[in-house]
């Protein structure tokens, strides 16, 4: 006589049930946190620091901020060294993050972020955790550029236009126009590094060349606004990103200027 199958291994009809997609996208999510806890801690720390270093000492003796090109630059400068700093961490995340939609023979079934470093370099080589560099460095120079010099632009401007004091409300709407700017200007070279990040060997050879490459191959398959495609979403994460990173930031440069530098 056939087993009969248990409730709990089939669905309606006899067919195999799945697990729901809330609980997919939760487990998935809680498989990169300590990725992206490491990632935010080396990447956003060492970013954050060089350009409040960098802006500090390049303000004049009379208090007149850097104009918006050097302050890009500074950016820039602040972003790519942030970005060569958190890429181990970054490939850990989109690795761990990416294992639950790949077949249950492909995945490589990282433990913690530290379990996927140490397993990257011993299976794959020590520069493998700074594989997509060069596109993540180039997606942390524009989205710096245009996130911190945005933010310290539009600070100015309002603070400039007499409506505003330097307090949480400033901080807030020059934050948001900021979570903006950046969100139109990093989704191309976002999906870049995503992609090279997260490719796989094909026949023997890499899924793309190069990050030029990628952009090619998006816009010729599927058209140029896929660019763009999920603004909305990417702002809607951004954008509370973005005024949480910079509403601490300022508290703290407060606190520190006020308990270390005063008197």
């Known amino acids: 006589m056939a087993a009969t199958a248990s409730p709990g291994a089939s669905g309606v009809n006899g067919k195999p049930r799945t697990s729901p997609k809330s609980v997919?996208?939760?487990?998935?999510?809680l498989a990169g946190l300590s990725a992206g806890l490491l990632r935010q801690a080396t990447y956003t720390t060492t970013r954050l620091g060089i350009y409040t270093v960098l802006f500090?000492?390049?303000?004049?003796?009379?208090?007149?901020?850097?104009?918006?090109?050097?302050?890009?630059?500074?950016g820039m400068t602040a972003g790519a060294t942030g970005a060569f700093v958190?890429?181990?961490?970054?490939?850990?995340?989109?690795?761990?993050?990416?294992?639950?939609?790949?077949?249950?023979?492909?995945?490589?079934?990282?433990?913690?972020v530290f379990n996927a470093l140490i397993r990257i370099a011993r299976e794959e080589g020590v520069p493998t955790?700074?594989?997509?560099?060069?596109?993540?460095?180039?997606?942390?120079?524009?989205?710096?550029?245009?996130?911190?010099?945005?933010?310290?632009?539009?600070?100015?401007?309002?603070?400039d236009s007499g409506y505003f004091s330097d307090n949480i409300?400033?901080?807030?709407?020059?934050?948001?126009?900021?979570?903006?700017?950046?969100?139109?200007?990093?989704m191309p070279v976002d999906i870049v590094k995503t992609r090279i990040q997260n490719m796989r060997m094909i026949d023997g050879k890499p899924e793309y060349k190069n990050g030029?490459?990628?952009l090619v191959k998006v816009v010729r398959y599927e058209g140029f606004f896929s660019l763009w495609k999920g603004f909305t979403p990417y702002y809607a994460r951004l954008g509370?990103?973005?005024?949480?990173?910079?509403?601490?930031?300022?508290?703290?440069?407060?606190?520190?200027?006020?308990?270390?530098l005063s008197g």
Request: one cysteine or more.
């Open 240 to 260: 509370p990103h973005t005024v949480l990173t910079f509403i601490f930031l300022e508290q703290m440069n407060k606190a520190y200027k006020r308990l270390f």
């Open 212 to 214: 030029l490459d990628v």
């Open 86 to 112: 958190g890429t181990p961490a970054e490939v850990a995340l989109i690795r761990m993050t990416a294992d639950g939609r790949l077949p249950a023979d492909q995945r490589r079934g990282y433990k913690n």
């Open 24 to 29: 997919k996208f939760l487990f998935g999510g």
């Open 169 to 186: 409300l400033c901080h807030f709407c020059a934050s948001m126009i900021s979570g903006l700017v950046t969100t139109a200007a990093s």
């Open 56 to 74: 500090e000492r390049l303000t004049g003796a009379d208090g007149t901020p850097p104009g918006f090109l050097l302050k890009a630059l500074i």
């Open 129 to 159: 955790l700074w594989r997509g560099c060069i596109p993540t460095m180039a997606r942390a120079v524009v989205v710096n550029a245009a996130q911190l010099a945005s933010y310290s632009q539009s600070k100015q401007f309002l603070l």
